[in-house]
């Protein structure tokens, strides 16, 4: 696989149903429903072939299809609850389009429409990163946590535990700065080897490459608090991000 020709699937897991905010993906985030961030951070990339969107909810195959992704096929209700992790649903996704279409991409982007703040460079990057790396199964992106998990505890039986160990004697209560250093997952985008997913059965698979992402660009949008602090980050300008286009007045942006 030359690294300029690699066949490129965006795909973004975007099911109906959120207990934590009702509606989420396409709840409306700076002007735009949410879902619609990640399909212009994947339309914006040089790299990225296709764009679709992974879903069980037909109004947020309308949304997407309206802001420039495909969506041919729904998702299984059973692919689609709180607790379904990613693997089915890449698995899935994957075995419809070589069933259906012959269409067998090399590598694959995951696209989280939680982490909304995309750098307009950074899905290039990392298709980069893993296509010019044939050892490598996936690239991932991280940053430096706000707090090191050598300061973190278990309880058990009522007493607290480490959660780490491997920090020397009494690590929890070395300054920050004396802490062996770690990277956190930010969600920003995930880019793996067809193979790992179909062969091996794994969103990384075992040779995951780091790409650092700015903390500035950081947020996980859980709940109604995290959300409006994003759009203010968001407003308050000082970060460059892939950004939605306008669609038609009577195109379907907010479904109910």
Not at 57 to 80: C, S
Not at 146 to 153: F, I, L, T
Not at 179 to 196: N, S
Request: aromatic share 6%; proline share 10%; charged share 25%.
């Amino acid at each position: 696989m030359k690294p300029e020709s690699a066949e490129v699937l965006a795909l973004i897991p975007a099911r109906g149903g959120s207990k934590g905010i009702p509606r989420k993906n396409v709840r409306l985030f700076a002007g735009f429903p949410l879902l619609a961030w990640s399909i212009a951070a994947a339309r914006a990339s040089a790299r990225t072939r296709r764009v679709i969107v992974s879903t069980d909810d037909p109004a947020i195959a309308t949304v997407a299809e309206t802001f420039g992704a495909e969506a041919p096929f729904l998702r299984p209700a059973e692919l689609a609850t709180d607790d379904t992790p990613d693997l089915p649903v890449f698995v899935h996704a994957l075995a419809w389009l070589e069933r259906e279409e012959g269409y067998r991409p090399e590598l694959i982007v995951q696209l989280r429409p939680t982490s909304p703040l995309r750098p307009t460079d950074l899905i290039d990057d990392a298709v980069a990163a893993l296509a010019r790396r044939p050892d490598l199964h996936s690239v991932r992106s991280v940053c430096r946590p706000g707090q090191s998990p050598y300061k973190m505890w278990r309880e058990r039986d009522g007493v607290l535990e480490p959660l780490l160990r491997d920090g020397g004697p009494e690590a929890y209560n070395r300054p920050r700065q004396l802490l062996p250093p770690v990277l956190w997952q930010t969600g920003h985008v995930d880019v793996v080897r067809r193979e790992v997913v179909v062969q091996r059965g794994s969103m990384t698979g075992s040779r995951i490459a780091p790409l650092r992402v700015d903390v500035a660009y950081v947020a996980d949008l859980d709940d109604l608090a995290q959300w409006a602090m994003t759009e203010w980050m968001l407003a308050a300008g000082g970060i460059t991000v892939a950004r939605p286009e306008p669609v038609a007045r009577d195109a379907p942006v907010t479904p109910s």
